[in-house]
C-alpha cells in the first residue's frame, strides 16, 4: 500500500489560512489523492481530491505538486468548526476495485 | 437524503462471542467498504462489496466476513471476537464508475464495538 506523511497536529488562528502539507513519495500514476476530516464521534467527511492539476471546491483548495509527491491542503480561513482531524489518502484502483489507505492525519486545532 | 447509516451505534461483546453490524449506503450509491479504526488510529480498510461479492480485502483475518444485499445494503460479522476487535467499525458507500472519483466516499458516523 502507498503511504502518505503528515504532521501529527497543527495549530492555526480562526479566520487565518491553514497549509496542511502531506508526503506520498511512493504513489502511483492511477492514485488519487484525497483529503477528508474527521470530528470526534463522527466517520471522516470528504473534503476534496485530485490527480494531476490543483483542485478548488467551497470547503477548500488542494494544491498539487508537479511530480506529484506531496500535496497541500489550503483552508483559505479557518474557523473553530474546522478543527478535526485531516486526513490525506491515496486512492488506490487495482483490479476493477479500491481502497482508501489511511494514515494516522493531522491534528487540526483552531485558536479563537 | 439520508446519508450512511450503521446500526447498532454501539455495541459491548465478550470475548469468543460473534457479531454483525449492518450498513445502509447512501441513496444511489452501490459499493460498499468497511474500516475499522482503533483508538487514535486512521481506518485502516477491511472490505470492499460490490454487486453482493467482495471485491477486494485488506489484511484482516477470515474471522471478518461480510455481505452485501440485493439493496446495496451491507453486513460485517466477526467471529471468535477478540480484545483488540474493540474499534469503531465505519462503513462507506460510493457510486461505482461515476464515481468516487468525483465526488468521495461518503462514510457513516460508525459502530463502536467493545469486546471485554
Known amino acids: 500500500d502507498a503511504k502518505t506523511t503528515q504532521p501529527n497536529s497543527m495549530e492555526s488562528n480562526e479566520e487565518e489560512p491553514v497549509h496542511l502539507p502531506c508526503n506520498h513519495s511512493?504513489?502511483?500514476?492511477?492514485?488519487?489523492i484525497h483529503w477528508y476530516r474527521q470530528l470526534p464521534s463522527q466517520g471522516p467527511e470528504y473534503v476534496i481530491h485530485?490527480?494531476?492539476s490543483n483542485v478548488n471546491n467551497r470547503m477548500a483548495s488542494l494544491a498539487i505538486a508537479e511530480d506529484r509527491k506531496s500535496s497541500t491542503l489550503i483552508l483559505h480561513r479557518a474557523t473553530l468548526r474546522d478543527a478535526a482531524v485531516y486526513y490525506c489518502?491515496?486512492?488506490?484502483?487495482?483490479?476493477?476495485?479500491?481502497?482508501?489507505?489511511f494514515g494516522k492525519g493531522t491534528k487540526l486545532t483552531v485558536n479563537p | 437524503d439520508a446519508g450512511v447509516t450503521q446500526s447498532p451505534t454501539h455495541l459491548i461483546k465478550t470475548r469468543g462471542q460473534q457479531v454483525t453490524l449492518r450498513c445502509s449506503p447512501k441513496?444511489?450509491?452501490?459499493?460498499v467498504s468497511w474500516y475499522q479504526q482503533a483508538l487514535g488510529q486512521g481506518p485502516q480498510f477491511i472490505f470492499q462489496?460490490?454487486?453482493?461479492?467482495?471485491?477486494q480485502r485488506g489484511n484482516f483475518p477470515d474471522r471478518f466476513s461480510g455481505h452485501q444485499f440485493p439493496n446495496y445494503s451491507s453486513e460485517l460479522n466477526v467471529n471468535a471476537l477478540l480484545l483488540g476487535d474493540s474499534a469503531l467499525y465505519l462503513c462507506?458507500?460510493?457510486?461505482?464508475?461515476?464515481?468516487?472519483?468525483?465526488?468521495?466516499?461518503?462514510f457513516g458516523s460508525g459502530t463502536r464495538l467493545t469486546v471485554v
Open positions: 489518502i491515496l486512492r488506490e484502483a487495482r483490479g476493477g476495485s479500491e481502497k482508501l489507505v
Open positions: 462489496y460490490y454487486e453482493e461479492e467482495e471485491r
Open positions: 511512493t504513489i502511483s500514476g492511477t492514485d488519487y
Open positions: 462507506a458507500s460510493s457510486r461505482r464508475g461515476t464515481g468516487v472519483a468525483v465526488y468521495g466516499y461518503t
Open positions: 485530485g490527480l494531476t
Open positions: 441513496s444511489g450509491h452501490d459499493t
